[in-house]
Nanobody, 122 residues
Framework: VQLQASGGGSVQAGGSLRLSCVVS????????VAWFRQALGNDREFVAA???????YYSDSVRGRFAISRDNAKDTVYLQMNSLRPEDTAVYYC?????????????????WGQGTLVTVSS
């Protein structure tokens, strides 16, 4: 299984970006796809998650500003990020698992993409 994340870049505060994650195999083992982020010097933290049949979960820090969605025909999960803040600056990773464990724990994910850098300037 391979996950390919893309869409990162540099924006000013208040701007928007859309990240994409293409999943090579949409199976029971990759039923849930999530986004995590890791800022320099920080632990990896949960951002948002969904499954191929629906549902959306967000961290408190992004709820109302970010939106996770999916295109089953393209095996792709998106993260629309609006009203970006400097504290959103991080490397963003997509990850997948079988959706049996708690969605916000990075250790529960078996498959990871390579990360895409998002930089938000003030």
């Amino acid at each position: 299984v391979q996950l390919q994340a893309s869409g990162g870049g540099s924006v000013q505060a208040g701007g928007s970006l859309r990240l994409s994650c293409v999943v090579s195999e949409r199976t029971a083992a990759t039923n849930r796809v999530a986004w995590f982020r890791q800022a320099l010097g920080n632990d990896r933290e949960f951002v948002a998650a969904t499954t191929w049949i629906g549902g959306a979960y967000y961290s408190d820090s992004v709820r109302g500003r970010f939106a996770i969605s999916r295109d089953n025909a393209k095996d792709t999960v998106y993260l629309q990020m609006n009203s970006l803040r400097p504290e959103d600056t991080a490397v963003y990773y997509c990850a997948a698992n079988a959706a049996r464990d708690r969605y916000e724990r990075a250790s529960n994910y078996n498959y990871w993409g390579q990360g895409t850098l998002v930089t938000v300037s003030s």
